[in-house]
């Protein structure tokens, strides 16, 4: 599988301001297999998951998590 800018765009934006940082899929997904398979995949790549752990919290990403 390889990654896409507009995956990465995709998943930056369901992550960070439908999600507000949350890992797991957002429930505006549940109804989408496949966007919701794009999402992990993108989440689960080596380089992301690396970035989304040493990540600086924003506005965006949800204190209480």
């Known amino acids: 599988f390889q990654l896409s800018f507009a995956d990465i765009c995709f998943f930056s934006f369901y992550n960070s301001y439908i999600?507000?940082?949350?890992?797991?899929?957002p429930d505006v997904l549940k109804d989408c297999p496949?966007?919701?398979t794009l999402y992990k995949?993108?989440?689960?790549?080596?380089k992301i998951k690396e970035w989304i752990e040493k990540r600086p919290e924003t506005a965006f990403k949800d204190q209480s998590a």
């Open 34 to 36: 496949r966007l919701t």
């Open 19 to 25: 999600n507000k940082g949350q890992l797991d899929p």
């Open 41 to 46: 995949k993108v989440r689960d790549e080596p």
